[in-house]
Nanobody, 114 residues
Framework: QVQLVESGGGLVQAGGSLRLSCTTS????????MGWYRQAPGKQRELVAV??????NYGDSVKGRFTISRDSTKNTVYLQMNSLKPEDTAVYYC?????????WGQGTQVTVSE
């Protein structure tokens, strides 16, 4: 099992920034990628960003504004979110993927006001 704990969500004005953190623990061996997804009320869950050992990919709506990074020494992945927009309001979930299983965090709320 892998445990994921997110932090860093909150309320911010449009144009502002937040940094989310996700710390992993447990059986973290064989994790091939980590990522962030989000889900807004009434909408489907969507990919925000994913990072492997040598690549990072982003959803179209966040390209150029969000940056995913990881610190392997701390077993932590980060999501730096800049130029936030009201449409970025959602619950953000951290994921850790192994070859046959994906683990999810409990989610952290991000709210962007006008």
């Amino acid at each position: 099992q892998v445990q994921l704990v997110e932090s860093g969500g909150g309320l911010v004005q449009a144009g502002g920034s937040l940094r989310l953190s996700c710390t992993t623990s447990g059986n973290i061996f064989s994790i091939t990628s980590m990522g962030w997804y989000r889900q807004a009320p009434g909408k489907q869950r969507e990919l925000v960003a994913v990072i492997t050992s040598d690549t990072a990919n982003y959803g179209d709506s966040v390209k150029g504004r969000f940056t995913i990074s990881r610190d392997s020494t701390k077993n932590t992945v980060y999501l730096q979110m800049n130029s936030l927009k009201p449409e970025d309001t959602a619950v953000y979930y951290c994921t850790a993927r192994k070859p046959i299983t994906t683990y999810w965090g409990q989610g952290t709320q991000v709210t962007v006001s006008e």
